[in-house]
């Protein structure tokens, strides 16, 4: 099995952001909220704060009940010592959860995750300025996916990134599988994105298409890509993917059959270094772009 581990990776970005904070003498400050008292979740966070602290990020982990998440993003919104924000989600597992989304100011949204950033991505505007200075946030999970594709050979160095692969995403959510497919038509691949509700294509320039199959976009696909978050979900198979199709498994839950591992060219089991990368990477952005004092940001052109 050809494997690529995404800590490898993701260790690459994170020292970056290292770098960058070290040689420029910046003080980032995230605030991050955890409202489940689910291990893995307290793991995930402490994971986070662990790679913000050794990137010299200051990072301070907040536990309000789920009814006080809302008046706590909004202290932070308001704080202006606070450069960032991070909420782990589920907090309640229902729409309010998209509600919550969007109360993050989006200048200090680490996780591209509210409308702001979400509008301008599924208008494919790549810029957040008229004078396109400022590149606009992509969400961290899905941008860590496109991050790892980049290192194999679906990705191409020349015209559009994925111009030419067609790619199966199974999950349609607006925090992961919703998103990437976008993500990935607009930088020209084929997806076909799929939910409890079947499938859809959707092309290059965002136009959605006919319904499709399973097994066919499958059979076609040069890139699979799983984060569904069920142990119900059946485990992609061998007989079904292309062979040396490169397959990404975003879920905390795996999502292929260990000959479908054996089959593809190159095999992804998780992402999460990789996401907390991108957090990082957008954490320095948007201090850059919004929380620098004028006169530094004018010395940055």
């Not at 409202?35 to 982990?61: H, I, N, V």
């Not at 930088?187 to 509700?197: C, M, T």
Request: charge should be neutral; proline fraction near 6%.
């Amino acid at each position: 099995m050809n494997l690529l581990d995404p800590e490898t990776q993701a260790a690459s970005f994170r020292e970056a952001v290292r770098a960058r904070v070290r040689d420029r003498g910046y003080r980032i400050e995230l605030r991050a909220f955890l409202s489940s008292t689910d291990k893995a979740s307290r793991t995930y966070a402490e994971y986070t704060r662990s790679r913000c602290e050794e990137a010299g990020l200051g990072f301070r982990l907040e536990t309000p009940p789920p009814e006080g998440v809302e008046q706590a993003i909004h202290r932070a919104n308001r704080d202006p010592g606070v450069h960032g924000i991070f909420v782990y989600y589920p907090v309640f597992g229902d729409d309010r959860d998209a509600a919550l989304k969007d109360l993050v100011a989006p200048f200090k949204d680490v996780e591209g995750l509210c409308a702001h950033w979400m509008d301008r991505l599924y208008a494919n505007q790549r810029f957040d300025d008229a004078h396109k200075r400022r590149k606009c946030l992509l969400p961290c999970t899905p941008l860590a996916v496109l991050k790892l594709l980049e290192a194999s050979e679906a990705h191409s160095e020349t015209g559009l990134p994925f111009a030419g692969q067609v790619v199966t995403v199974f999950n349609r959510s607006a925090v992961v599988g919703r998103p990437l497919a976008h993500m990935l038509a607009n930088d020209g691949a084929v997806v076909h994105s799929f939910d409890l509700d079947g499938g859809r294509t959707l092309a290059p320039g965002n136009a959605e298409g006919r319904a499709i199959s399973r097994a066919e976009a499958l059979r076609h696909s040069s890139v699979v890509v799983t984060a569904v978050p069920s142990r119900e979900f059946p485990l992609v198979r061998a007989q079904e993917i292309r062979p040396g199709a490169v397959c990404v498994n975003v879920s905390s839950v795996r999502n292929f059959d260990d000959d479908a591992m054996e089959r593809a060219g190159l095999y992804v089991p998780r992402v999460g270094p990789m996401t907390v990368a991108m957090c990082l990477r957008n954490a320095l952005r948007l201090y850059e772009d919004h929380h620098l004092p004028a006169e530094e940001r004018h010395a940055r052109g």
